[in-house]
């Protein structure tokens, strides 16, 4: 939270400089990159806001499963404020592609070059490479940057705000090049297509997986197959069984279940599953064993 707060300042910073430079330089890739950096401002101030809210609301009651889907939340908000971006990048860069204006590129290249320092500043603020704790309902995990930005899915959504942001201004700085040196003009507004186009991809990944967290659907992840396949080989000791079981994740690391099963001896097979159980970090929500 402490990170993405600092990175909430400098992109909105950056964010005015890089629409003001964009109006004055006639620029629509700079144009493109401010704007697009505005809405990333705003999708990092919510990731900001989940991750206040959710440590907040952390014992609160009300949330029968605990305040962790709030942060998925923030991510899910993200991914469709990236997605309205693309949109508004596309349609912005086509009317450019038919209506260009003339470019002061030397101002505009040396904003876009800005843009892009910061942006990388904000990546490495955000990626955690020097090992990530994240606070989940009292519970403290330590990971590299990959498991934590795959687990924290709106940690991961700023990140992919700030990534789209330096995208912006690589394509930016090429195109800006292209049209001093070459006299290739179109090239601003073609950058500002591809880019969009990029960005959406981005963002329909992000979208697809906080969505699966939202509604629970994530029964075929590998995690949950994983656990899914240790709790039956528990049951499977106590001879064939009827069974029902279902687990779904409620923290980044935790996760609840529910199991119904007909056993042999559902006294001991109860005391075998609760330490597997613990030992997996799976709270029981429900617990039926009846005997055969």
Known sequence: MRRSAIVLVITATVMVVEILGGYAFNSMALLADGWHMGTHTLAIGITVFAYYYAKKHATDQAFALGSWKVEILGGYTSAILLLVIAVAMAIESIDRLLNPKNIEYEYAIAIAFIGLIVNAICALLLSHKDGHTH?????????????????????????????????????????????????????????????AILVSLWSKSLIRDTGKVLLDREMDGAQIKQKREAIESVLDRFGESQRNIRIWRIGGHEYAAMIEATISDPDACKKDLEQLLAEMKIKVRGLSLKGI
Request: aromatic share 6%.
């Open 135 to 195: 606070h989940n309902h009292h519970h403290h995990h330590v990971g590299n940057s990959h498991s934590a930005h795959h687990n924290d899915l709106n940690l991961r959504a700023a990140y992919i705000h700030v990534l789209t942001d330096a995208l912006t201004s690589i394509l930016a700085i090429i195109a800006l090049l292209c049209g001093l040196w070459l006299g290739w003009q179109w090239m601003d507004a073609a950058m500002g297509i591809v880019g």
